[in-house]
């Protein structure tokens, strides 16, 4: 493996796989171990980072993509910093910039709560050691699907490393201790697949498809990825919240919603603190409230009164003016149905024709709430997410200035 270029290096990193596992997977391949595999990449610094998935030098992406193949973008992508600003406003998160970061990701982006009812949470001295949204406090065991363990050319997705999902969306089990799981598996035993129920499921697809595709496609209407990230964990601190502090209309919510669950209401939580440093039962009981959140909002049984809130609830139904018979025989409803279809697969199959419909559409739409409204419109009628402009990309620049701010922090 010394001298010469390497193009391409076999096996290639799996969609949503770490660069650790990859390099994991490709050491264990040649027999040795990651550092000798990458010195004999060609990385000739003697000092490797400890942990490969959170910002590893420029140099050794570099050196990875020129004797491997694989772009530079797509290694960046393999690590938790090539998740800014999307998954995370700063990595990593300066102790001076905890409260600051805390406050734009979470709490400025209210989603079931009016933001005034979300309190105001200090992070304080005791709460410096916060590392970010998602980011563990406290080091835990790593997590791995059983399912996809059994498989030797399937690796461990970076996702899994956070305190973002709790299982395998493909395969819909939860995820597992990886000792147990390899321990298992050198004994021959079968894996122990533990499914993970509904509404539970659906969060961590939710997620999936975000990581998967950019986008979310929630009850209300498609958001950004970047907006399903700081939906989530503001619902996670919505429901985490003192009853004591709230309106008689805010708890009859949160109480609905922890009623909804298996759970007492915010799991026993007695003394604030982030949902990144709660035990591990604790933070499950949260994200099945979460769960149960969104499953009560798309029903109509709670209203999420959020600014974010109205993605979880589909749009009422309202009275729509059938019009005037039209005056001129040949002008028959069918005609206009047809001319409907005929557009719609235009558009299907033609990225300037699916641009050119939705800004007829969305001609007159003054709010990016019903710009969205009409791009998921044509999404469900099977026009190809890439060829929808967004709002800004269709020049409705209006549009953008008055939609949710998604405050992205960038470090000075």
Known sequence: MTGGRLWPLHPQPGPLESLSSWLGRLAELYEMPVVELLRNLGHLNPAVPPDLDADPPTELLATLADRTGVHPDRLRAMTLAGHVPWLFDMLPVPPHHAQQVFDTYVRDNSVLLARSAAGHHVLGYRRRDWAGPWLLTRPTVPRVCPVCAEDPDRGTALVWRLALMTSCAEHGCRLQDVVHVRTSLLLGEPARVEPLDEPRAALDRYT?????????????????????????????????????????????????????????????????????????????????????????????????????????????????????????????????????????????????????????????????????????????????????????????????????????????
């Open 208 to 412: 999936h498809q975000r990581l998967t595709t950019g986008r979310v496609a929630l009850p209300g209407r498609e958001v950004h990825a970047g907006m399903w990230f700081r939906m989530l964990r503001s619902l996670l601190h919505e429901v985490a919240l003192a009853p004591g502090s709230q309106t008689a209309d805010t708890k009859a919510v949160l109480r609905q919603i922890w009623q909804a669950t298996d759970h007492r209401e915010r799991a026993g939580l007695n003394v604030w603190r982030p949902y990144e440093e709660m035990d591990d039962d604790m933070r499950e009981a949260m994200l099945d409230a979460a769960a149960a959140a969104v499953q009560l909002a798309a029903d109509g049984a709670i209203t999420a009164r959020g600014r974010l809130g109205s993605a979880l609830q589909a749009p009422p139904r309202g009275y729509v003016y059938d019009g005037d018979k039209p005056p001129l025989p040949h002008r028959r409803p069918q005609d206009f149905a047809t001319a409907v279809q005929e557009a719609l697969a235009w558009a299907c199959a033609d990225p300037g024709a699916a641009r050119q419909l939705l800004g007829l559409l969305t001609n007159r739409c003054r709010t990016l709430e019903a710009f969205e409204r009409e791009r998921t419109y044509l999404r469900r009628h099977g026009v190809p997410a890439e060829f929808l402009p967004t709002a800004r990309e269709l020049g409705r620049l209006d549009l953008v200035c008055r939609g949710p701010r998604q405050a992205v922090m960038r470090s000075a």
